[in-house]
């Protein structure tokens, strides 16, 4: 059984930053690329952030410049660090494992103006 858990959501002024984590188990994120979404009230989910097996990164473009995707293999988990943030960054995060198409449960993320 695979599971990927977030964490590290919550309230955050804007121009601050958080770090969110998704820790997996039943497969390894190195096997796998690794995404960070986000969806936000009356609007399709969409991609924030991905890590490919070989480390190629991508990003939005809304968030280039401010968060930055990484992995500890060691740990089994993926990380979100986001700074600068605005107040169109609130929405629920998920994380996905896209080889066996794995989706953890999302932590909310609020920038107050």
């Known amino acids: 059984q695979v599971q990927l858990v977030e964490s590290g959501g919550g309230l955050v002024q804007a121009g601050g930053s958080l770090r969110l984590s998704c820790s997996a188990s039943?497969?390894?994120?190195?096997?796998?690329?690794m995404g960070w979404y986000r969806q936000a009230p009356g609007k399709q989910r969409e991609l924030v952030a991905s890590i490919t097996i070989r480390e190629t990164t991508n990003y939005a473009d809304s968030v280039k410049g401010r968060f930055t995707i990484s992995r500890d293999n060691y740990k089994n988990t993926v990380y979100l660090q986001m700074n600068s943030l605005k107040p169109e960054d609130t929405a629920i995060y998920y994380c996905?494992?896209?080889?066996?198409?794995?989706w953890g449960q999302g932590t909310q993320v609020t920038v107050s103006s």
């Open positions: 039943g497969w390894f994120i190195r096997l796998s690329t």
């Open positions: 996905n494992m896209m080889s066996t198409n794995t």
